[in-house]
């Protein structure tokens, strides 16, 4: 059996994975260098991912907050890279930076937890208050109960 046909899953952490399938590339000229052959060549690597369809909804809500203006309201993460003058190089970088991304995104927050003040910080408190407390007292109006 061939190696056609089928495509390659690319690991993001246990339990999720995405297939090459999932991805759309679109190669577009790229300013800067290259000399001549930026003027010829499609180097520039576009990778579009539809996230919201492909991504439970934690891990989506994860990546909404960490892509930030990569992601828009269609739920569609786009990718450009461009730093490299080989349309490869360029793939491989957009690739790189999607399952970094994706990773970050996968990885569960740590929950908190909840902790105590301990007795110094809670008496040290108490103490700032009552110099606060006695130097509002000593603002006030005085007033002689002699009378």
């Known amino acids: 059996m061939t190696g056609e046909g089928r495509t390659r899953r690319i690991r993001i952490r246990n339990g999720l994975s995405l297939s090459e399938s999932d991805l ?26 539809v996230a919201r369809r492909h991504l439970p909804p934690d891990v989506f809500s994860r990546l909404r907050r960490l892509a930030g203006r990569r992601l828009n309201h269609d739920g569609v993460l786009t990718i450009t890279a461009r730093a490299e ?35 110094a910080s809670r008496s040290r408190r108490l103490e700032s208050k009552r110099r606060r407390s006695g130097a ?8 002689h109960l002699d009378d």
Do not use: H, M, Y
């Open 24 to 49: 759309e590339w679109r190669f577009i000229r790229a300013a800067g260098p290259g000399g001549q052959n930026v003027n010829k060549v499609a180097t520039s690597a576009q990778l579009r991912f």
């Open 85 to 119: 003058r080989s349309q490869e190089r360029n793939r491989a970088q957009a690739l790189g930076r999607l399952i970094e991304l994706l990773r970050a995104a996968a990885e569960p927050p740590t929950p908190r937890t909840p902790t105590r003040p301990t007795a």
């Open 136 to 143: 509002k007292d000593r603002r006030r109006k005085v007033t």
